[in-house]
């Protein structure tokens, strides 16, 4: 009987999809599998909603009505914040859950500065990170000119996508992200795998748990 908590970025950068769906509902999907997967081994299953700030706690509980109320949470919350605030999710997940948990935290990881609270809920809890990705984050597609928002900070630029040199510059932009990201998990000491949009979880997940038994 286990402790399972389920830390989902609600972020604007969750909003961006190539694909039939977004980086967000692909979350939301996971976290759901997740957490039904949970109940079936009679686990508790607790759920904290994040963007710059939390956005919603659901303290740990067992049973098919609480797994449903997670479950709705996930598809139809909507959030205030627009920003990534990890850090700030983690340093809430110790303060709230004493005892020991799985902790999944299910993110794009838009973020820098959270590599401390990484390692300290890594300690307290047995911490897991899905990474969520879309290939178009690091390819960016030759289109002509192409008004381009951030969705987390709604600043709007026209990006010529015809440019060799723009559309290396981004790729670069991307994979530099990328290794930072990966360097700061590996140092963190935090399982780790990253779903694609395009490839689906099913493999990444069954290849993650495997590796941790």
């Known amino acids: 009987e286990l402790t399972v908590m389920l830390i989902v970025d609600l972020s604007g950068s969750g909003l961006f999809g190539s694909c039939d769906y977004t980086k967000r509902e692909l979350a939301a999907e996971i976290a759901s599998v997740l957490a039904f997967s949970a109940i079936r081994n009679h686990d508790k299953v607790g759920l904290i909603l994040f963007s710059d700030r939390v956005e ?33 999710a983690l340093k809430y997940l110790n303060n709230v859950i004493k ?63 015809s440019s060799r040199r723009i559309r290396h510059h981004y790729r670069a932009a991307a994979l530099k992200h990328q290794a ?19 490839e689906g979880y099913v493999k990444p997940l069954m290849n993650l748990f495997r590796q941790r038994d």
């Open 99 to 161: 005892k020991r948990a799985i902790a999944f935290l299910i993110s794009d990881l838009m973020d820098e500065g959270y590599e401390d609270a990484l390692k300290i809920a890594n300690r307290r809890h047995d911490l897991v990170v899905l990474r969520t990705t879309d290939p178009r984050e690091q390819e960016m597609p030759s289109m002509g000119l192409v008004l381009f928002k951030n969705p987390e900070t709604g600043e709007e630029r026209w990006v010529n996508t």
């Open 56 to 88: 919603l706690f659901i303290p740990p509980k067992k049973g098919r009505g609480h797994i449903l109320r997670i479950v709705r949470e996930l598809l139809e919350f909507r959030p205030i914040g627009k920003g990534t605030a990890v850090a700030d």
């Open 180 to 198: 930072r990201t990966r360097d700061a998990l590996r140092r963190a000491g935090v399982d780790h795998v990253v779903i694609s949009i395009m």
